[in-house]
């Protein structure tokens, strides 16, 4: 149904448009009765075997929704219904921001990819912990990053407002220094900005009765030298886990047309995959398994997400392939996990 009717219809539009157009779709369906009921019917699947707890979490299965796709939580139990174990909401910041201008999201067709430099567009994370008050059973991230005007050396303050905003309403935290969208972010991945940033928030969070698990999201293009000192800072710090990986710069091997492929942005899909993969594999084997990996990038097939825990990934996340390939790919997924257990 999706595949051959849905899909071709939606792509018709503007993909942002379509985004907040199926917001507002899933939004009103869920509301007439018994449509969620006959959603989750649908697409949820409840095994023994699917269960995982990770950084002292219980997952009713690992396949979650990546950051990006319900950044202000409005959708987070709707969205639960398809299937999903957990739901990453954010990037949240501070202060609402309008995000980078109009347009800012490019389908790549021909290569199952999106270019998006949206820009930690979102209300602000006060309101989103006006709807998150009101969950119920849905296991949520945060995912939290710095206003656009916020200097690099101010930064720290932003991050802090965020955690100590969500605290109550969250189940783990992922710090964001890896989106390609907002002016100089990726700066603060390296070696000392990284490990104050981090110390920071690690002692803030071991000051709280209960602490939340801390995870930090990576991008694609760190090389190993840069990956090598994000495990010694994991190490030193003792954070609980790595998100691997944000969206992608490198425009390499790719089948659409050079236009496109000149919009400046993160790449998500199909293409980003293979070094999602790598990036896993390499930090698994080099920290010898010191933290758990959620793996996220290309994961468009069942296959997809196998490869991902088998390179070390704990859970795997979607977005641009719950995009392409609808939501029975999360029921696909999980299947082969039983099959596979």
Same mark, same amino acid.
């Given at each position: 149904m999706y595949q051959l009717f849905i899909k071709p219809f939606l792509f018709l539009f503007d993909p942002e448009k379509v985004h907040y157009f199926s917001f507002t779709a899933i939004r009103l369906g869920s509301k007439i009765p018994g449509m969620s009921f006959l959603i989750r019917k649908l697409f949820c699947l409840n095994h023994p075997s699917l269960?995982?707890?990770?950084?002292?979490?219980?997952? !009713?299965?690992?396949?979650?929704?990546?950051?990006?796709?319900? !950044?202000?939580?409005?959708?987070?139990?709707?969205? %639960?219904?398809?299937?999903?174990?957990?739901?990453?909401?954010?990037t949240l910041t501070p202060k609402g921001q309008d995000g980078n201008p109009k347009k800012r999201l490019f389908r790549l067709k021909n290569d199952h990819a999106i270019i998006n430099r949206m820009g930690f567009n979102n209300e602000g994370v006060d309101e989103a912990v006006k709807r998150l008050k009101k969950n119920k059973n849905v296991l949520i991230g945060?995912?939290?990053?710095?206003?656009k005007t916020t200097s690099n050396e101010n930064a720290i303050n932003d991050y802090i407002y965020c955690f100590d905003a969500l605290f109550d309403y969250v189940d783990y935290f992922v710090v964001n220094v890896s989106s390609p969208n907002t002016p100089n972010l990726r700066e603060l991945q390296d070696k000392e900005p990284l490990t104050k940033l981090l110390t920071t928030l690690k002692k803030r969070n071991d000051q709280r009765e209960n602490s939340k698990p801390m995870?930090? !999201?990576?991008?694609?293009?760190?090389?190993?030298?840069?990956l090598l000192d994000i495990i010694a800072i994991i190490k030193k710090v003792k954070i609980d886990g790595v998100i691997a990986t944000n969206t992608t710069l490198n425009r390499a091997d790719l089948n659409s047309s050079k236009s496109i492929l000149k919009e400046p942005g993160g790449l998500s899909g199909k293409p980003l995959n293979k070094r999602s993969n790598e990036v896993i594999r390499f930090l698994c084997e080099k920290s010898n398994q010191a933290f758990p990996i959620i793996g996220v990038g290309g994961i468009h097939s069942e296959e997809d997400a196998l490869r991902k825990?088998?390179?070390?990934? %704990?859970?795997?996340q979607l977005y641009t392939g719950f995009v392409y390939e609808g939501p029975l790919l999360i029921k696909k997924i999980n299947k082969a996990l039983i099959k596979n257990t």
């Open positions: 269960e995982r707890e990770v950084f002292g979490l219980r997952f !009713k299965n690992p396949v979650g929704l990546a950051a990006g796709f319900d !950044k202000d939580a409005k959708l987070y139990e709707e969205l %639960s219904n398809f299937g999903f174990g957990f739901i990453e909401i954010g945060g995912n939290i990053g710095k206003n995870l930090l !999201k990576i991008a694609p293009d760190l090389s190993n030298d840069q825990i088998e390179a070390g990934a %704990s859970l795997v």
